[in-house]
């Protein structure tokens, strides 16, 4: 049973940064692509980045392109998103997710329902 759990959330002043990290048990981790999404109060869940299983490809949401990035080390089962210039709007419950099938081919724009495996999510909040 794939099991994620997210970390590294936190309070952070606008412009700043955080590293979020998601690790992965229950699973070769090098099989999957894995998402990020975020989830603001009130708001859908929208896909933020993905990565493909073997890092070599990686995909962002435009609203967090260029500030944004991924990366996975699969020797040790964990998945990063560095956040840089973190803006309000940032704020969020940011989880990690797999795929329902291996086969998954990363987007700019990962959706959902495409995802079956979750984290319970690490809160991300940008305030001065």
């Known amino acids: 049973q794939l099991q994620l759990v997210e970390s590294g959330g936190g309070l952070v002043q606008p412009g700043g940064s955080l590293r979020l990290s998601c690790s992965a048990s229950?699973?070769?981790?090098?099989?999957?692509?894995i998402a990020w999404f975020r989830q603001a109060p009130g708001k859908e869940r929208e896909g933020v980045s993905c990565i493909s299983r073997d890092g070599a490809v990686t995909n962002y949401a435009d609203s967090v392109k260029g500030r944004f990035t991924v990366s996975r080390d699969n020797a040790k089962k964990r998945i990063y998103l560095e956040m840089n210039g973190l803006k309000p709007e940032d704020t969020a419950l940011y989880y990690c997710a797999a795929p329902w099938s291996l086969g998954y081919v990363c987007t700019n724009d990962p959706r959902k329902s495409h995802f079956g495996f979750w984290g319970q999510g690490t809160q991300v909040t940008v305030s001065s």
């Open positions: 229950g699973y070769t981790l090098d099989y999957s692509a």
